[in-house]
């Protein structure tokens, strides 16, 4: 099974920062990454897939890159709307696997 | 507007079974790969099953493999999970999602485009 692994776990930032998500696959993966983000008591939001793509209707701000085992979720410009629980997950081979998750909190 | 709607959650004893349900409406169901995808309790997510577009093809989490069994009825746009011999650590949120690419079977078709609200099971005596 291919393992993810995000770092950090939580972060704490204030509006207008500039943050980066870590995710990193226990092997190579090409680019079958997706990134979700998640709010309390709400459904997982799609968000980014093929590990750099934005999904309509998402803002620029964010930014997805990275390719094989290493992949990272930029939010340029934090925003309140944005403070919540972010994963990953590849989808190159089965068992489909998601990252333990990156809560961003208010600093 | 794309809406998955679950239902069929409850309290249930170890060792017993349930069905769990996902109304699908706003797309077209029948051309997309369907998944469970379940949240334990202040946990992450967890992938539990896929079915194929057409009902073809279906893989399982390993702990769920041999218990859970995934369906679908293209007729009814209706999506089901079939749940027997539960565990306490099957206790979480199920999700119903959708992968968005139609007529697409592969693995690398297989995001999380859309997602219900969840029905919440609960294994406990």
């Known amino acids: 099974d291919i393992q993810m692994t995000q770092s950090p776990s939580t972060l704490s930032a204030s509006v207008g920062d500039r943050v980066t998500i870590t995710c990193r696959a226990s092997q190579s993966i090409s680019y079958w990454l997706a990134w979700y983000q998640q709010k309390p008591g709400k459904a997982p939001k799609f968000l980014i897939y093929k590990a750099s793509t934005l999904e309509s209707g998402v803002p620029s701000r964010f930014g997805g890159s990275g390719f094989g085992t290493e992949f990272t979720l930029t939010i340029s410009g934090l925003q309140p709307d944005d403070f919540a629980t972010y994963y990953c997950q590849h989808y190159n081979s089965y068992p489909l696997t998601f990252g333990g998750g990156t809560k961003v909190e208010i600093k | 507007q794309v809406q998955l709607v679950e239902s069929g959650g409850g309290v249930v004893q170890p060792g017993r079974s349930l069905r769990l349900s996902c109304a699908a409406s706003?797309?077209?169901?029948?051309?997309?790969?369907m998944h469970w995808v379940r949240q334990a309790p202040g946990k992450g997510l967890e992938w539990v099953a896929v079915?194929?577009?057409?009902?073809?093809?279906?893989y399982y989490a390993d702990s769920v493999k041999g218990r859970f069994t995934i369906s679908r009825d293209n007729s009814k746009n209706t999506l089901y999970l079939q749940m027997n011999s539960l565990r306490a650590e099957d206790t979480a949120l199920y999700y119903c999602?959708?992968?968005?690419?139609?007529?697409?079977?592969?693995?690398?078709?297989?995001?999380?485009?859309?997602w219900g609200q969840g029905a919440l099971v609960t294994v406990s005596s």
């Open positions: 079915i194929s577009y057409d009902g073809s093809n279906k």
């Open positions: 706003g797309f077209s169901f029948s051309s997309n790969g």
């Open positions: 999602a959708a992968s968005a690419l139609g007529y697409c079977s592969s693995i690398n078709c297989y995001r999380f485009d859309y």
